[in-house]
């Protein structure tokens, strides 16, 4: 299995911060890296497919990079309602694992 | 506006077999793969697995001996048993609808559409 390392697994910000979050993989999956915001008990919400694929309806301060093995999630400048927990999930070969999480947090 | 929603028993026994539905509505079933998903509490996102809509599975090989996925494509639906359970499957319950694009040499696959999750405790 693909193993997904998220890093930081937390993180203090505060409002118009940039902020990245970095999610490398155990072997390389080319470009096939999504990433979903989830707020606490909601399901999770598609922000970035394909590495860096903007989903419709999600906001152009929300960026992703990366190929490889390494990926990146930016934030130009934090809105109140992005602190939530951010996920990566490689979708190369099954099974499709996910990143253990980074949780945002208000400063 | 395609939208998923799961449904079955938020209590299971030890041991017994966890069964849950997930209803398409606003679209149809036809054409996609469909996803569970799972959350322990307080825990990270583990895929289950994927069923196409002509029945074709995939699973997560940590639970394929006790998995099985399935469609209905005549009540836009797909359903997951679980056969076994321990505490450890103790979890909400996502389902999924996962997009298809083709990318360099091979394809690639996101989750657009989610449930809003349902909680299956176990325990006797």
């Known amino acids: 299995d693909i193993q997904m390392t998220q890093s930081p697994s937390s993180l203090s910000a505060s409002v118009g911060d940039r902020v990245t979050i970095t999610c490398r993989a155990s072997q390389s999956i080319s470009s096939y890296l999504n990433w979903y915001q989830q707020k606490p008990g909601k399901a999770p919400n598609l922000l970035i497919y394909?590495?860096?694929n903007l989903q419709s309806g999600v906001p152009s301060r929300f960026s992703g990079s990366g190929s490889g093995t390494d990926f990146t999630l930016t934030i130009s400048s934090l809105q109140p309602e992005d602190f939530a927990t951010y996920y990566c999930q490689q979708t190369y070969s099954t099974p499709y694992t996910f990143g253990q999480g980074t949780k945002l947090q208000i400063k | 506006q395609v939208q998923l929603q799961e449904s079955g028993p938020g209590l299971v026994k030890p041991s017994e077999t966890l069964s849950l539905s997930c209803i398409v509505s606003?679209?149809?079933?036809?054409?996609?793969?469909w996803s569970w998903i799972r959350q322990p509490p307080g825990k990270g996102l583990e895929w289950i697995g994927n069923v196409y809509h002509s029945g074709t599975t995939n699973y997560n090989s940590a639970l394929k001996s006790r998995l099985t996925i399935s469609v209905d494509t005549s009540k836009d639906q797909f359903s997951l048993k679980l056969t076994s359970v321990t505490a450890a499957d103790t979890a909400v319950y996502y389902c999924?609808?996962?997009?298809?694009?083709?990318?360099?040499?091979?394809?690639?696959?996101?989750?657009?559409?989610w449930g809003k999750g349902t909680t299956v405790i176990v325990s006797s």
């Open positions: 606003g679209g149809s079933i036809s054409g996609y793969y």
């Open positions: 999924a609808r996962v997009l298809e694009g083709v990318g360099t040499g091979s394809y690639y696959y996101y989750m657009d559409v």
């Open positions: 394909v590495a860096s």
